[in-house]
C-alpha cells in the first residue's frame, strides 16, 4: 500500500502546484479581455481550481471507476462549502454583495437541484450529461451577458503578457493531466487493497485533494482583501462541479451510480448549499463572519466522520 500512498501525495503536490499557476496564467488572459473580478472569480479562477475536479473525473470515467468521479463531484462542492468557505471566513469575514444573492446564487442553486434530479434515478446516463453541459453553457452566457468590467486590475491576476500567460496555460495543463492520472492511480489501489468503496474514496481523500486549489485561492484571496473573488471561486467553482465534473462520467462511462451518493452524498450537499443561499441572503448587505465559518467547518468534519463510520 506504500506505492499508491507516495503516488496519491505526488499527484497532490503536482495538482496544488500546477493548478496555481494555472488559476495565475487563466486571470491574466481574462483581465485583458475586460473581464470583472467578480467575473475572474466565478468563471477563471473557478474553472482553474476546478481544472483538478474535471480531469481527474475524465481519467476515473476513463479507467472505469465512475463512481469516484461522482464522489469527485458531490464532495468537492461538499468540501468547498464546508471546508472552503468556512476556513476562509474563520480568516477573514467575507463581505457579500447582492449581486451575487440576485444573479449568481438563483444559477447554483438551480444547478444543485437539476444534479439532484439527475441522480434521483440511480442512473447517471448520456441525456443527463447532456442536460447539465447544456444548462452549463447557459450559465456562462449568463455570466458574460451581465457582466461590468473593473477599472484597476485585482491583486490576484499576475502581471503577465498574453504570450507568457498562454506559455504557462499550456505547460499546467500538462502537469495537471499527469497529476490528476496519478492520482486516479493511486486512489483507486488504495480503495482496492483496503475495501473501500470508490464512491468514499472520491468524496473524502480525492475531493479534499482536489479542493485544496480551491482553499489556497480563497484564503489568498482573503488575505489580500479580494473577497469578490474569494466567493465567486466557491460558487463558480461549485457550479462548474455540478454542470461541468459531474457530467463526465455520464458521457464517458454511463450507468448505476453507487445508491449512497443519492441517499446520503446529495443531500449533505443540498443541505450545505441551502445553508449558503440563507447566509448569502441573510448578509446580503453585510458579511459572512467567522461565527458562520466555524459552524461550516464543524459541519463538514462531521460529514468526515459519517464517511468514516460508514466504512
Known amino acids: 500500500m506504500l506505492l499508491p500512498l507516495i503516488t496519491i501525495l505526488v499527484g497532490l503536490i503536482g495538482l496544488l502546484w500546477s493548478a496555481d499557476r494555472f488559476v495565475g496564467a487563466a486571470a491574466a488572459t481574462a483581465y485583458r479581455a475586460g473581464m470583472s473580478t467578480l467575473l475572474i472569480g466565478m468563471t477563471i479562477v473557478a474553472l482553474g481550481t476546478s481544472a483538478p475536479e474535471i480531469l481527474v473525473s475524465i481519467m476515473a470515467a476513463l479507467d472505469g471507476v465512475p463512481n469516484l468521479a461522482t464522489g469527485n463531484a458531490l464532495g468537492s462542492n461538499i468540501a468547498n462549502i464546508g471546508l472552503v468557505l468556512g476556513i476562509t471566513a474563520l480568516v477573514a469575514p467575507i463581505p457579500v454583495r447582492f449581486s451575487i444573492v440576485r444573479r449568481e446564487l438563483p444559477l447554483l442553486l438551480g444547478a444543485t437541484g437539476l444534479a439532484g434530479y439527475a441522480l434521483a434515478n440511480g442512473i447517471l446516463g448520456r441525456f443527463d450529461a447532456l442536460f447539465l453541459l447544456a444548462l452549463l453553457g447557459f450559465s456562462l452566457w449568463w455570466l458574460f451577458r451581465a457582466d461590468t468590467p473593473d477599472e484597476e486590475a485585482p491583486g490576484q491576476v499576475p502581471d503577465m503578457t498574453l504570450p507568457k500567460a498562454l506559455a504557462w496555460l499550456a505547460l499546467t495543463l500538462l502537469l495537471l493531466v499527469a497529476s490528476s492520472r496519478l492520482l486516479v492511480w493511486g486512489a483507486s489501489e488504495l480503495a482496492r487493497g483496503f475495501g473501500i468503496s470508490e464512491l468514499v474514496i472520491g468524496?473524502?481523500?480525492?475531493?479534499?485533494?482536489?479542493?485544496?486549489?480551491?482553499?489556497a485561492a480563497c484564503v489568498s484571496s482573503a488575505l489580500k482583501r479580494h473577497h469578490d473573488i474569494a466567493i465567486g471561486n466557491v460558487i463558480g467553482s461549485n457550479l462548474f462541479n455540478m454542470l461541468a465534473v459531474l457530467p463526465i462520467p455520464g458521457m464517458l462511462a454511463p450507468g448505476p451510480i453507487d445508491p449512497a451518493a443519492a441517499s446520503r452524498d446529495f443531500p449533505t450537499m443540498l443541505a450545505l448549499t441551502l445553508l449558503l443561499g440563507a447566509l448569502l441572503l441573510w448578509q446580503r448587505h453585510g458579511a459572512i463572519g467567522r461565527l458562520p465559518g466555524g459552524?461550516?467547518?464543524?459541519?463538514?468534519?462531521g460529514y468526515l466522520g459519517w464517511l468514516a463510520l460508514s466504512l
Open 203 to 215: 468524496l473524502s481523500i480525492v475531493a479534499i485533494g482536489t479542493s485544496l486549489p480551491e482553499l
Open 295 to 301: 459552524v461550516l467547518a464543524v459541519l463538514y468534519g
